[in-house]
C-alpha cells in the first residue's frame, strides 16, 4: 500500500479514513460471502472441493504440514514469478499488453464469480425464488409484450439461464473497466477491486485446506517484505513514481491532479483514491484471514476467533497506515495478518480455556 503520488498534504485523519473504509467494507463483505457459501454447501449435503495445488495428506511423512508448506511455496513462487513479468513488463514500456492482461483476467474472474456466488446467493437470499421466480418472468414477459409464454416446470433451467447472463455481464464489465483506457469510472473499479477482494479471498479460504490457508498468508506476508524492499514490487513502485513525476511535470496541475489519469495506475489491479492506494492483493488476503477465522469459528460454534483476529488485523493494519508517515510505500501484508493470526490463536486458546471448546474439537481443525 502507499499514499497517494498525487495528494500529499491531506489530513492524516482524511488518509486513515480513506484507508480503513474499503477494508472495512471488504472484511463485511467476506465474512457475509463466506457465511452463505459455507451454509450453501450445508443445504446441498456435499463436501467442500479441495481446490489444493496438492493436498493435505495426513498419510504423507510430513503429514497436513507437508502438504500446506508446498502450497505455500507453489504460491510464493508464482508471486514473484508473476511480480517479475508484471515488472519486464512495465520496464519494456509494454502497458498495453499489461492493460489486456488483467482486462481479459478480471473478465473471466468475474464471470466465474458471478456463477458460483450467484448460485449461492439465489439459494441463501432468495429461496423461494426456484419456484416464484421463472413465474413471475412468465407474468411479466406476457403482460408487457402480449405473449402466451408457458415456462413450465423448468425452473433450475431457467434460474440456470438468468445466472449465466450476470455472469457474463460481470465478465463485460471487468473487461471493460479494464481494458478500455477512456473508462474514467475510478468509482466503479474501486467497488469492482473491493467485491473483487472479498470473493477471491473466501473462495480461498473455504476451498483449501486450514492448514495451507494460514501458511500461505504467513509466507506472502514475508515474501510482500520482500518484494516492496528487494523484489520486483520495487521496481514498479519506483517505475511508478518516475512515470508520475514525469507526467507532473509535463501538466500544470494548479494544486489539483487528476489522479486516475496517471499513466501507470489504471493498468493495475488497485483501489485507488486522491488519499491512498490500496493493493488487490491487501484486500484479497485480509480477506482469507477472515473467511479462515469464519470457518473456524463455524466449526467451533463460537465467534471469539473471528472477533479477535478482527481486532488483531485492524491493529495491524492501523500501525501500517501509521508507518506511512516514513515511507510512501510499505508492504501492506505483515503488520495486519501477523496480527490478525496471532490474535487468532489467542481467540482459540481463550476458547479452550473458558470451556467453549475442547482440544480435540480444537485439533480436528485441521483434520
Known amino acids: 500500500m502507499s499514499e497517494s503520488l498525487t495528494e500529499k498534504h491531506e489530513p492524516r485523519e482524511a ?41 493435505e495428506n495426513p498419510e504423507d511423512p510430513g503429514g497436513i504440514a507437508l502438504g500446506a508448506t508446498l ?26 499488453l499489461l492493460v489486456y492482461f488483467f482486462a481479459a483476467m478480471m473478465g473471466f474472474s468475474w464471470f466465474v464469480f458471478g456463477l458460483f456466488y450467484g448460485a449461492v446467493v439465489l439459494i441463501e437470499v432468495l429461496n423461494l425464488s426456484w419456484t416464484i421466480l421463472p413465474l413471475f418472468i412468465q407474468n411479466w414477459i406476457n403482460h408487457s409484450f402480449e ?13 440456470e439461464i438468468l445466472l449465466y447472463i450476470f455472469a457474463i455481464l460481470l465478465g463485460l464489465l471487468g473487461i471493460f473497466s479494464f481494458g478500455i483506457q477512456s ?64 507526467f507532473e511535470e509535463s501538466m500544470d496541475f494548479q494544486n489539483e491532479v487528476e489522479y486516475e489519469k496517471v499513466p501507470l495506475l489504471p493498468a493495475l489491479p488497485v483501489y485507488s483514491t486522491p488519499l491512498i492506494n490500496i493493493g488487490l492483493g491487501d484486500f484479497a488476503f485480509f480477506s482469507m484471514l477472515i473467511s479462515a477465522a469464519v470457518v473456524i469459528g463455524i466449526k467451533l460454534a463460537t465467534p471469539i476467533p473471528l472477533i479477535t483476529s478482527l481486532i488483531g488485523l485492524f491493529v495491524g493494519a492501523y500501525y501500517t497506515f501509521r508507518l506511512l508517515k516514513k515511507d510512501r510505500a510499505l508492504p501492506g501484508l505483515p503488520l495486519p495478518i501477523f496480527g490478525g493470526l496471532g490474535c487468532l490463536v489467542l481467540g482459540i486458546l481463550s476458547c479452550l480455556l473458558l470451556g467453549v471448546s475442547t482440544l480435540d474439537s480444537i485439533v480436528n481443525l485441521f483434520a
Do not use: C
Open 71 to 96: 502450497n505455500m511455496l507453489f504460491y510464493v513462487t508464482l508471486a514473484f514469478i508473476g511480480g517479475l513479468i508484471v515488472l519486464v513488463i512495465i520496464k519494456k514500456g509494454f502497458m498495453q
Open 183 to 246: 473508462f474514467d469510472k475510478i468509482w466503479l473499479r474501486n467497488l469492482m477491486m473491493i467485491f473483487f477482494g472479498a470473493m477471491i479471498g473466501s473462495m480461498l479460504a473455504i476451498h483449501l485446506g486450514l492448514l495451507t490457508t494460514l501458511f500461505i498468508l504467513v509466507g506472502l506476508s514475508l515474501y510482500d517484505i520482500y518484494a516492496v524492499f528487494r523484489g520486483p514490487l520495487k521496481g514498479i513502485i519506483e517505475h511508478g513514481r518516475e512515470t508520475a513525476n514525469q
Open 147 to 159: 405473449w402466451r409464454v408457458t415456462i413450465g416446470t423448468q425452473q433450475i433451467f431457467v434460474i
Open 15 to 55: 488518509k486513515l479514513q480513506a484507508f480503513i473504509q474499503p477494508i472495512v467494507f471488504v472484511l463485511l463483505i467476506a465474512i457475509i460471502l463466506s457465511l452463505f457459501t459455507l451454509d450453501y454447501y450445508a443445504l446441498a449435503n456435499t463436501e467442500i472441493p479441495d481446490i489444493s495445488p496438492i493436498p
